[in-house]
């Protein structure tokens, strides 16, 4: 296996650049997202985090460019899951939560390994569109608290019952520093922000304010954050919480994977290349792996810190293990430049970075494309906020399938025609002139019986709904010229179809059954014997032979 997808020192500066860019922008996420999580030790679990899974993610991943780490959507399952297993196990759980997150990589290297990569992200946009907004809007109401000056809640409902209090008795000074956090991050000019990233820039500047204009404040801040190397977590698993490890640990390795993979989509696109899904998979969850090894968030492939990596630069997976590298100087000897950052600060960022989640283009216009998929993505985005992330996304993809199968067995059905006699509605046969006087003369004695288009379970239905509706010929002409697939039970109709024909001593005429639909005809005996005893190379072919049995069948019953 190639350890490196895209590796070269020949863009070796503007990797350099990329990466330090990159590191720039990913410090303030990393210690928001951290917080987020948990306000006591959470910063240095986002900047550990970043570390491991910056740097894996790209020595192992499949996306030359991509920078990955901590990220919203992924902070907001951490979240829920440290806040319920802490509550479960006081003494044990974070341990517990850490060794959730190693189970998430190992889930994302297991879908690597089995070659799922290009299968995950076949999920329906306005499932994904339902889910990433809710993550937006859960972003946004647990960053309520602290924007008044106020401890953070992981819980939105309980958020949104203290909305009315926290407006009523803001603290001043955090909610004052909170906007302008929102002012520099919304208004920073383009040309500024390309010199300093506005959350970089929104941060120190607030800090200082909060440090020399308001030293005695008394408002939240990050406070003390460790230094040095992280420690070792090592795995401990419970026997009575088993189940819920393993479906948190599910839960974080499929996002990470959807997350990381449209991120991955999103560097092709800015970077005219192409990435290796499965390879990216195996990345990710190294890093995973590795980020609850040593105490880190999980995170996955971020797309704002890729885009600044690649406008900056970057092109190579050295410019992710750059940005890795340079987060990691800062966790090893500047974790006193972060003790006195505000909490309001922070929650101010992660309000912009929730807002940019929301998918607000596909929100606006939903209705206008279709009621069906509006009412779908609003359903998902309300079971994300107020219920569960997988409940969202396990009744989102039941339902979009179950409205695709509707639409593809209506279309399905539209394609099953039985014609006895030529009229103007049968245009989809092209019958020739010849043919259409066959028909004529057999006088509704012959049924021709066309299926089109791909035939799955959802043609069956239509199959016999539609030879229902002629009970009396002699002769059965199922033609399948225009089928490139017909699943189980397709064939089990058509063969349920043979068989009555048989039973009613009418000849069967099959016509047209190449490559996998002939073989799986084939494979059920009664539909085998019409190939090999009825064969026939054409529609008219089939045609002059019925009109031969109709034409005897005539004579015989004339002379009885």
């Not at 740097?55 to 996306?63: E, S, V, Y």
């Not at 060794?99 to 990589?105: F, Q, R, S």
């Not at 569109?129 to 409902?157: D, E, K, T």
């Not at 974080?252 to 499965?278: C, F, Y």
């Amino acid at each position: 296996m190639q350890l490196v997808h895209g590796l070269h020192f020949r863009n070796l500066r503007g990797d350099l650049f990329g990466g330090l860019t990159a590191a720039i922008v990913a410090l303030p996420l990393a210690l928001a997202f951290g917080v987020s999580v948990s306000p006591d030790d959470g910063a240095i679990m986002g900047l550990y985090g970043a570390v491991f899974i910056g740097f894996f993610a790209a020595l192992f991943g499949g996306t030359p460019a991509q920078i990955s780490g901590p990220t919203g959507p992924m902070t907001v399952v951490m979240a829920t899951v440290f806040g319920n297993l802490v509550n479960k196990n006081p003494e044990t759980g974070l341990a517990i939560a850490f060794t959730v997150v190693m189970l998430g990589g190992v889930f994302q290297i297991l879908f690597g390994l089995l070659r799922l990569g290009k299968y995950i992200t076949l999920m329906p946009y306005t499932v994904i569109s339902g889910f990433m907004s809710g993550i937006g809007f859960i972003i946004l109401f647990i960053q309520i608290g602290p924007f008044f000056g106020y401890p953070g809640s992981a819980n939105v409902v309980q958020s949104l019952q203290n909305l009315s209090k926290f407006i009523a008795n803001p603290n001043p000074v955090a909610t004052g520093l909170a906007i302008l956090t929102l002012i520099i991050v919304f208004g920073s000019p383009p040309k500024l922000n390309r010199i300093i990233p506005a959350p970089l820039l929104a941060l120190v500047v607030c800090t200082l304010i909060s440090v020399f204009i308001f030293p005695d404040s008394n408002i939240p801040v990050i406070g003390k954050i460790p230094t040095g190397l992280p420690k070792l977590h090592l795995p401990l698993f419970k026997l009575d919480q088993i189940q819920d490890m393993v479906g948190y640990g599910l839960m974080l390795g499929t996002l990470g994977s959807i997350d990381s993979l449209l991120t991955s989509l999103v560097a092709d696109n800015i970077t005219r290349t192409t990435h290796d899904s499965d390879k990216e998979l195996i990345g990710q969850g190294i890093g995973n792996l590795f980020a609850g090894l040593f105490g880190g968030l999980p995170g996955a492939g971020a797309t704002m810190r890729t885009v600044v990596n690649v406008r900056a630069g970057g092109k190579t997976p050295i410019s992710g293990m750059v940005h890795a590298l340079v987060l990691l100087i800062i966790v090893l000897g500047a974790g006193k430049l972060t003790e006195n950052i505000p909490n309001a600060v922070l929650a101010g960022i992660l309000i912009k970075v929730g807002i940019d989640i929301i998918d607000w283009s596909f929100l606006k216009r939903a209705h206008t494309i279709s009621i069906r998929a509006t009412a779908l993505m609003y359903c998902v985005l309300f079971l994300t906020v107020f219920v569960d992330l997988i409940t969202a996304v396990g009744v989102g993809v039941f339902c979009a399938n179950l409205l695709t199968l509707k639409r593809l067995s209506d279309l399905q059905a539209k394609e099953v025609q039985a014609v006895t006699i030529p009229n103007g509605n049968n245009h989809k046969l092209r019958l020739s002139v010849e043919e259409e006087l066959i028909l004529s003369q057999a006088n509704g004695r012959i049924l021709l019986f066309r299926l089109g288009g791909p035939m799955s379970f959802g043609a069956a239905k239509a199959i016999s709904q539609q030879m229902s509706i002629v009970e009396d010929y002699d002769v059965l002409i199922l033609e399948l010229s225009e089928v490139p697939y017909v699943g189980v039970t397709a064939t089990l109709a058509i063969e349920n179809i043979v068989k009555e024909a048989y039973e009613n001593r009418r000849t069967v005429y099959l016509v047209g059954a190449i490559g996998i639909v002939e073989d799986r005809l084939r494979r059920l005996k009664i539909l085998r014997r019409v190939l090999e005893q009825n064969p026939v190379n054409t529609r008219l072919e089939a045609l002059h032979k019925g009109m031969i049995i109709v034409s005897q069948r005539q004579i015989h019953s004339s002379k009885v």
